[in-house]
């Protein structure tokens, strides 16, 4: 496990960090900033037929590099929000990490679990009442990995899966079951999930590919501490998982959109259930998870 103090990026990265091939673009995502010149992402569709439980095709976004290819890939899931803002468009978080990771050179899909099943949002309703469960988008994170690897600009070995709350939980789901057929994901980060449930029984997760979580120690609404322990747990078998938690940091401290905290009292969930959950930026707590995902998807990925 590894705990990131404030004030310590600049021990932990003297030099600024990894080298990209376009810097100054690369810099500008770093630092949480869209470059003018950044591609759209192109809107495509993910055929679910004999992997999810979709009714219809998925909705999803995809980010290129540059160059022909072909690329490693990264397949993102969104959390209990959905993948848009409210004016409709991908919303910042989702779109600041597909381009960051375009920039590397990563074909970056982002994936829609929501609108092709009629679902608007989860967060406000009670984890009984859920009709969409963590489980339930395995087959989604799949039926992406199945699109990508049929794409001559992907290199189909080499395919990592990264997802935020909700889709951090689908991200273990996923990394614990592997497909029907065929083999699965050569990596996987997940940031700032639900370990509750697993934590309790961790002799039943077996994640089949490197996996890394990142978590702030404050989060109350999907809290640290169970997944330190799964994490533990797991490590402790020579299993391939790591952790990485941020000292007063919340959830969604990645996320651009973000100005200030927030106390959000519609969620029904959460360490204190009918309190609300805190989110809050942290810029330098994000900083430092974009680099660590540089890293970790490198060594993996390509």
């Excluded at 095709?57 to 540059?66: D, G, K, M, S, Y």
């Excluded at 994170?141 to 699109?147: D, E, K």
């Excluded at 809290?223 to 941020?246: H, K, S």
């Excluded at 905290?261 to 519609?266: G, L, P, Q, Y």
């Amino acid at each position: 496990m590894t705990k990131i103090q404030p004030g310590l990026y600049a021990r932990l990265f003297p030099h600024g960090g990894l080298h990209f091939t376009r810097p100054l673009y690369a810099l500008l995502l770093v630092l949480g900033l869209s470059p003018a010149h950044a591609a759209a992402p192109e809107a495509v569709s993910i055929p679910a037929a004999g992997w999810s439980s979709s009714p219809a095709p998925l909705h999803a976004f995809l980010f290129q590099p540059e160059g022909n290819g072909p690329h490693p890939a990264v397949v993102m899931l969104h959390g209990c929000s959905g993948a848009y803002a409210n004016d409709g468009s991908l919303n910042a978080r989702h779109r600041m990490w597909g381009e960051f990771l375009a920039a590397q050179g990563y074909v970056a899909l982002m994936l829609d679990s929501f609108s092709s099943r009629g679902i608007k949002e989860l967060c406000t309703q009670k984890f009984s009442e859920r009709s969409l469960k963590e489980a339930d988008r395995r087959g989604d994170s799949y039926a992406a990995l199945n699109y990508l690897r049929e794409r001559s600009d992907v290199i189909a070995q080499r395919i990592g899966l990264l997802g935020w709350s909700h889709g951090g939980g689908v991200t273990l789901d996923t990394i614990s079951h592997p497909p029907r057929t065929g083999t699965g994901f050569s990596a996987a980060i997940s940031f700032y999930p639900g370990c509750s449930s697993r934590a309790k029984k961790p002799e039943a997760f077996h994640p089949y590919a490197p996996l890394l979580l990142l978590i702030g120690e404050a989060d109350d609404w999907t809290p640290a501490a169970p997944c330190v322990a799964l994490t533990q747990a797991v490590a402790a078998r020579g299993e391939a998982m790591q952790i990485v938690t941020y000292p007063g940091t919340y959830h969604d401290f990645d996320n651009p959109a973000l100005r200030a905290k927030h106390v959000r009292k519609d969620v029904p969930n959460g360490v204190n259930p009918g309190q609300g959950t805190t989110t809050a930026p942290n810029p330098e707590a994000s900083e430092d998870a974009k680099r660590r995902v540089s890293t970790f998807f490198a060594g993996h990925l390509k």
